[in-house]
């Protein structure tokens, strides 16, 4: 699991290796993982000139004593900086790189713009772990000569764009690659911000976070191992776990079967459908694993499809036995239409799926009137608010997932899935998928992030670099399964 922590626990990890902060142990480790992946990434294509952009703080020193060490192995290294002078750090590293043959500039050198725009790699350590939202003025001409091509490597997180996590900021770096130290911090996990971060590489400098809280938290392909339900010999239908499907109507008959498909693809131990005409007889074409009818279960999926004002033939029984899986003690997820049944805070475990103009919708219900905008905005405090007014967890669907659980704790950011999962019905399998996960057992938080973990994944497998189609995903789901247990063995 990858667990990004807020910038004071990392200050407090930092004040505790005591000498080894003191006495530069830390940068230097820093600065040699930070010159390492650079020289790899400028080998990859070929690059000779790399230049760091240099602020005032420690991220600055991480920057220049890279450079210092790329000067070293003969690489066209310089950097523009504020002032070298202004922490002794800087200044020795200054030194250092001049004496390796590195240049040196500050931002008043009439040619360091010319020195910026001519750079195959920048280096981006202009802020450091505090830094908020904007450049800092004397940055804004510096970041605007950067040219188009260049490879940017952000130093611990990209300037301008707030470290905690918030909006996005447009005149900020977008670097190609983020280097961080020790581990994530929410600016490369959270949306929207970790759309500016690129590639996310840690350097582990020795810090000991143990003593900290995660904010944020991202399943990884090792972690399908340990959380997936597999079976063994004493196990039967019943006890890996009987998923009740409601889904479906006259109006958008597929959805059922794609939820269904999902399910029985992803291991459910039995599904129940209950539905309409027109897509219960999809179903038991296509599915005849399913058994029809209400009957026990260890969990609903209620809504991929759903027509509550539907009164076409089947609806009305369909809506009922929602209601009453509502009023019951099993785990319910509700997606889609199945949101607008939720009038209150159950008392059993709840899982929501809603996209961004459905957290909307429920969020005006609820409270104050909210936009789908607002929400693709700032999708964490609209996620986190809703888990609060729902008292449910929440998985906000979009490019990338959030899961959060209204008794708090770290956000999980799922972004595994690649963009073409952006296509109609993909909600609808990823209900089924987390559903089957809620039935074997799993609480809603875990079964959401890994539901959406390999609900990605499966998308990616099931045709690499090109088109997916939902129900081409849900079939995937056996075989992307398998290939995560084995490689986890492996």
């Keep these: 699991m990858i667990e990004a922590y807020g910038t004071e626990d990392v200050r407090a990890a930092e004040e505790a290796t005591g000498e080894l902060l003191t006495d530069g142990t830390l940068m230097q480790r820093a600065a040699k993982g930070l010159a390492a992946v650079t020289r790899s990434r400028m080998d990859e294509r070929g690059a000779r000139r790399v230049v760091a952009l240099v602020g005032s703080g420690n991220n600055g020193a991480d920057a220049l004593w890279a450079i210092s060490r790329l000067a070293k192995r003969g690489y066209d290294a310089a950097a523009v900086c504020r002032d070298p002078e202004v922490q002794a750090a800087q200044a020795e590293a200054a030194r250092k790189a001049r004496k390796k043959g590195a240049r040196i500039l500050t931002g008043e050198d009439p040619d360091a713009l010319d020195v910026i725009a001519d750079a195959e790699v920048v280096l981006d350590g202009l802020v450091g772990l505090g830094g908020r939202s904007g450049l800092p003025d004397l940055a804004v001409s510096w970041v605007a000569a950067i040219p188009e091509d260049a490879y940017v490597i952000a130093v611990d997180s990209p300037s301008g764009q707030p470290v905690s996590g918030g909006d996005l900021a447009p005149g900020g770096v977008f670097a190609d690659e983020s280097v961080t130290f020790a581990a994530p911090k929410p600016v490369h996990l959270l949306p929207p911000t970790e759309a500016a971060c690129g590639l996310l590489t840690v350097i582990d400098i020795g810090l000991d976070l143990s003593a900290g809280e995660p904010v944020a938290a991202a399943l990884d392909d090792d972690d399908v191992a340990a959380l997936w339900p597999v079976p063994d010999a004493a196990d039967d239908k019943y006890s890996r776990g009987v998923l009740g499907v409601l889904a479906g109507g006259e109006g958008y008959t597929g959805a059922a079967l794609l939820s269904v498909t999902a399910a029985v693809c992803a ?90 103009g459905e957290c909307a919708r429920m969020l005006s219900r609820l409270g104050d009137e909210v936009t789908w905008e607002q929400v693709r905005a700032d999708p964490v405090a609209h996620a986190r608010a809703l888990a609060e007014a729902s008292g449910a967890t929440v998985l906000l669907k979009g490019g990338t997932t959030l899961v959060i659980d209204p008794e708090g704790g770290p956000v999980h950011v799922q972004s595994a899935a690649p963009a073409w999962l952006a296509t109609a019905g993909a909600g609808d399998v990823l209900a089924g998928l987390a559903g089957t996960l809620l039935a074997a057992g799993l609480p809603p938080l875990l079964a959401g992030a890994l539901a ?28 992307t399964v398998a290939r995560l247990l084995a490689e986890s063995r492996g």
């Design 452 to 479: 959406a973990h390999v609900h990605g994944r499966a998308a990616e497998q099931a045709n690499p670099g090109g088109p997916v189609r939902a129900l081409g995903v849900a079939e995937q789901i056996p075989r």
């Design 267 to 356: 291991g459910a131990g039995m599904v129940r459908y209950v539905g309409t005409p027109t897509p219960e007889a999809l179903v038991r074409a296509a599915v005849p694993e399913a058994v029809h009818g209400a009957g026990r279960v260890q969990a609903w999926a209620i809504g991929p499809g759903l027509d509550v004002r539907s009164r076409a033939k089947g609806a009305t029984a369909q809506l009922r036995q929602a209601r009453e899986a509502l009023d019951g003690d099993e785990p319910v997820l509700l997606d889609a239409g199945g949101l607008d049944l939720l009038t209150a805070p159950r008392e059993a475990p709840t899982l929501l799926t809603p996209h961004a």
